[in-house]
């Protein structure tokens, strides 16, 4: 069986400062310098007018960055949007697509997002592709149908083939910033049956693509969910504004390897 490396993932959201983001990129260089050498893949995703502040404090660090979201449009007359080739600008790592925040507050379709993901392909970024069900959708039963629908969105576009250039991540929308978690066995039988989706792209590309779990993820919680066999690491919110936190995750992935 493939041995999936963890990614530790911080999505910042719409937080920071110059001043904050400063301290807290120290704190967490200093803290992971004490866990030793690299334990998994880390990474945060910075608001866009961050970038060239993770660059710089970052680039000579293991941890990547990446960014929040990214247009459809490769240029042109699109007010606000930021393409794919400026994100490369940036050297960004990854960038996030199909957050439930994009997809609630900004009616961001499963199409778009598969755009996204091509985009992001083409330019070498690697997205993380999210993916996840409100709480109505799963007191009705509908968790597999509605992942599956969003996820199967991305695979239409992309070559099976590609299959290893994406990051998958389970959010259910229920979970995120609610301190409640869905317990490993709930997640894993989902990250299960995401990854029977992936396989029905490409079998043995399957097996290589890292799925996140987000939703509420805490050092307290990690361990127990980073245990279990699908899931490969966390697209982490809250905790990942406070280094002690975003640091004791990555020490519980540590466990793992
Ligand atoms: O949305 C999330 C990460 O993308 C998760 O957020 P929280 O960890 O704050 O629940």
């Not at 007018?49 to 459809?72: E, R």
């Not at 599956?148 to 259910?172: F, H, M, T, W």
């Not at 317990?183 to 995401?194: C, G």
């Not at 989706?197 to 590309?205: G, I, M, P, R, Y």
């Amino acid at each position: 069986m493939e041995q999936r490396r963890p990614l530790i993932a911080g999505n910042w959201k719409m937080n920071g400062s110059l001043a904050s983001n400063h301290v807290l990129l120290s704190e967490i260089q200093s803290g992971l310098s004490e866990l030793s050498a690299a334990p998994c893949d880390i990474a945060v995703c910075v608001p866009f007018p961050y970038l060239a502040q993770a660059q710089s404090a970052l680039q000579s660090t293991s941890i990547a960055w990446g960014a929040q979201d990214v247009s459809v449009h490769e240029g042109g007359a699109y007010t606000s949007e930021v393409s794919s080739s400026m994100l490369l600008d940036f050297a960004c790592r990854y960038g996030i697509v199909g957050h439930s925040e994009r997809r609630t507050y900004h009616s961001e379709s499963d199409i778009s997002v598969a755009q996204k993901t091509l985009r992001l392909i083409a330019a070498g970024i690697t997205p993380i592709v999210c993916v996840g069900e409100t709480l109505q959708e799963r007191k009705g039963g509908l968790t597999e149908q509605t992942v599956a629908r969003q996820l199967n969105a991305v695979l239409a576009q992309i070559d099976g083939a590609s299959l290893d250039k994406i990051v998958v991540a389970y959010e259910p929308v229920w979970a995120i910033g609610t301190g409640i978690t869905a317990t490993p066995e709930m997640a894993q039988q989902v990250h299960a049956f995401l990854r029977a989706q992936l396989a029905q792209a490409n079998s043995v590309l399957a097996e290589k693509v890292q799925i996140l779990y987000g939703g509420s993820m805490k050092p307290d919680n990690a361990a127990s969910l980073l245990a279990m066999k699908d899931i490969d690491g966390g697209l982490i919110g809250g905790a990942a504004l406070k280094a002690g936190d975003f640091l004791g995750i990555v020490a519980a992935a540590k466990e793992l390897v």
